[in-house]
């Protein structure tokens, strides 16, 4: 009797994942980009892998994560948008995750647009990554474009946001897309580093 009820109980739970699975790859990649393409530590992988026209960077796009403070507070939850341009393009994609110097999933990753943007929430100390949904490459859209979430702000020395960005040319396929990496490294804010910082200046003008 028990065993039967197990036995339902997996086919229950199996066959919406295996649907979910299937549905997936119906919709294909740019529903959103596979984990770990974020030019992320230790791989350094990026959307070039497939998305190969053009190099690196070479595109006349930018990409930045935006709303970021000059040093963060652990505990802290910070609004933040990854915002892409890139004339001429139409259609667009990222991945971010956030890592600290022993390149570990640093702080928590947040959506707050689900429609547009989704997570995938990694157990433990493995990297996080926000990436853009279907919805979330705007097709047809000339930019800038922007996908907003949030951060808390972990209790580490120091964190590097990862990032790409696809500048696309909304053809449906991996052809013609340019491809964005910024790396952007923000410290804790150390009271005490202020008053040296300051102390320090003070001296240096008396020097003179
Ligand atoms: C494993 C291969 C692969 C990787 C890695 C990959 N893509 Fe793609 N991507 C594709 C393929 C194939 C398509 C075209 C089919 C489709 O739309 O699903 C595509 C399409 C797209 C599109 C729509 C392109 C258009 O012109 O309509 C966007 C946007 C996109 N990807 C974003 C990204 C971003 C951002 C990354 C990196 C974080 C990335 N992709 C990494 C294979 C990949």
């Known amino acids: 009797m028990l065993r039967h009820a197990f ?14 699975c299937s549905g997936g790859s119906v919709f294909g990649y740019s529903s959103g980009p596979p984990d770990g393409f974020a030019n992320d530590p230790p791989t350094f992988m990026n ?19 935006e709303g970021l403070p000059p040093a963060f507070a652990p ?19 990222f991945e971010l995750t956030v890592l600290d110097a022993a390149d570990e999933a640093a702080g928590t990753l947040a959506v707050v647009d689900p429609v547009n943007t989704a997570l995938s929430d990694n157990p433990d100390s493995e990297a996080d990554y926000l990436k853009h949904t279907l919805e979330g490459t705007y ?12 951060w808390t702000a ?21 052809n013609g897309d340019y491809i964005y990496a910024v790396a952007v ?13 300051s102390w320090g200046r003070i001296k240096r003008l008396y020097r003179k």
């Open 47 to 65: 959307c070039t892998t497939c998305h190969r026209d053009y190099e690196l960077n070479q595109g006349a796009g930018e990409l930045a994560v």
């Open 139 to 150: 097709e047809g859209d000339p930019g800038p474009v922007s996908w907003a979430f949030e």
């Open 7 to 20: 036995r339902r109980c997996i086919l229950v739970i199996a066959m919406p994942i295996a649907l979910a």
């Open 75 to 93: 505990g802290t939850v910070y609004p933040l948008e990854v915002v892409l341009e890139d004339p001429g393009q139409q259609r667009w994609g």
């Open 185 to 197: 490294e923000l410290m804790r804010d150390e009271g005490t580093a202020v008053q040296e910082t």
């Open 154 to 174: 972990p209790d580490v020395p120091g964190v590097t946001f990862y990032l790409t960005g696809n500048g696309a040319d909304g053809d449906f396929t991996s």
